[in-house]
């Protein structure tokens, strides 16, 4: 009978992470990963150009979720903003839900991600996808000020600095493998807190 090459594909990929999860992906060999899947290393390259194409294949699939969901959420609150709401919708939907979301059921990705990817192009993803939505708040805080809010004028580093210091906060609990139900009490803590703040500087009262 032919071999299932689902079964295989599955069985590489469960090797791979396993192996940059323990070791991270500079310290990860494909020879190692191919003792995990019971092959030789030609046949993982059957499977994968290269080590950094398999990590790629790790991560890629939750940094397009999150970057879609990103996307979705500044459409809904620009919307919101076009349709008058009340003021306390516009944070009905937060980064927070986002961690809750989409991170949180792909925990194993995440940790790769952030403390597993040195040396690949992902390394300072935090610090990247800060600068991204730094773009987008200070766009965002304009469009506020247009609309007649009375939103506060940050500066790009002050910005910077209480993204990534809210982001952070928000990833944490995951960096630390805190079980699911601490992560989600440890995230509505954390939205509890800065939520008034964002709320202040984007002129919502």
């Known amino acids: 009978m ?3 090459k689902s079964l295989s594909y599955e069985k590489v990929n469960r090797a791979i992470k396993e192996e ?3 070791k991270g992906f500079e310290d990860a060999s494909i020879r190692s ?8 290393s030609a046949g993982l390259y059957r499977h994968y150009a290269d080590k950094e194409a398999m990590f790629n294949a790790m991560v890629e699939p939750l940094i397009d979720s999150i970057t879609t969901w990103t996307e979705n959420h500044i459409s809904k609150k620009y919307a919101l903003l076009e ?6 919708e516009l944070f009905g ?5 986002m961690v809750k979301e989409v991170i949180l059921p792909r925990r194993s990705e995440f940790i790769l991600l952030i403390s597993r990817s ?3 192009k992902y390394k300072h993803f935090i610090h990247d996808y800060v600068e991204d ?5 200070l766009k965002a805080i304009k469009n506020m000020k247009n609309n007649g809010y009375p939103a506060k004028d940050l500066s790009e580093q002050e910005l910077h600095l209480l993204l990534s210091a809210y982001l952070t906060a928000c990833f944490e609990p995951i960096i630390h493998d805190y079980d699911d139900d601490a992560v989600i009490k440890s995230l509505n803590t954390v939205q509890e807190f800065y939520m008034p703040g964002w709320m202040k500087i984007m002129g919502i009262k």
């Not at 990963?33 to 030789?40: D, L, P, V, Y």
């Not at 349709?83 to 306390?88: S, T």
């Not at 939505?133 to 708040?137: A, D």
Request: hydrophobic share 35%; net charge negative.
């Open 2 to 4: 032919p071999r299932d």
């Open 20 to 22: 940059f999860l323990e």
């Open 33 to 40: 990963i191919g003792a995990r899947a019971g092959m030789t």
């Open 83 to 88: 349709n008058d709401v009340q003021d306390e």
């Open 93 to 97: 939907e937060t980064f927070v839900d």
């Open 118 to 120: 040195g040396g690949t």
């Open 133 to 137: 939505n730094q773009k987008i708040f």
